[in-house]
C-alpha cells in the first residue's frame, strides 16, 4: 500500500520561510507527476505548484517567485520550500502524486493527509 506522508508545517511569521516535505512509502517502481494544493477555510482547494516527471514546473500565479517545488528521486520525496510567506498563504497543504507501483502497472493517485501553514505576527 503506497503512503504520502508530509511534514514541515507549522506558524510563521510573514516575510519567513518553511519546507515541506512530502516522502512516499510502499510498493513503488515510479513516482510520476506531482504537485502541491492547497485549501484555506471556505475555500476550494487550489493547485499550488507541481512538476512533471521530466521536472518540469508550473506555479499557481501567486506564488510564482516565492515558492519551488523540488524532487529527491532516490528518496521517493518531494518538496515544497516556501519563501517570503504571507497571511493570505495560510492553508492546509496537500501533497500529491501519481505513483506506478510495478513494472507496466498502471499509475494511481495518491493523496497525503495534509499539513497545517499559518503565517500571522
Known amino acids: 500500500q503506497v503512503q504520502l506522508a508530509e511534514s514541515g508545517g507549522g506558524l510563521v511569521q510573514p516575510g519567513g520561510s518553511l519546507r515541506l516535505s512530502c516522502a512516499a512509502s510502499?510498493?513503488?517502481?515510479?513516482?510520476?507527476?506531482m504537485s502541491w494544493y492547497r485549501q484555506a477555510p471556505g475555500n476550494q482547494r487550489e493547485l499550488v505548484a507541481s512538476?512533471?516527471?521530466?521536472?518540469?514546473?508550473n506555479y499557481g500565479d501567486s506564488v510564482k517567485g516565492r515558492f519551488t517545488i523540488s524532487r529527491d528521486n532516490a528518496k521517493n520525496t518531494f518538496y515544497l520550500q516556501m519563501d517570503n510567506l504571507k497571511p493570505e498563504d495560510t492553508a492546509v497543504y496537500y501533497c500529491?502524486?501519481?505513483?506506478?507501483?510495478?513494472?507496466?502497472?498502471?499509475?494511481?493517485?495518491?493523496w497525503g493527509q495534509g499539513t497545517q501553514v499559518t503565517v500571522s505576527s
Open positions: 512538476m512533471t516527471g521530466d521536472g518540469s514546473t
Open positions: 510502499g510498493s513503488i517502481f515510479r513516482v510520476n507527476f
Open positions: 500529491n502524486a501519481w505513483i506506478v507501483e510495478k513494472m507496466y502497472g498502471p499509475q494511481r493517485s495518491y
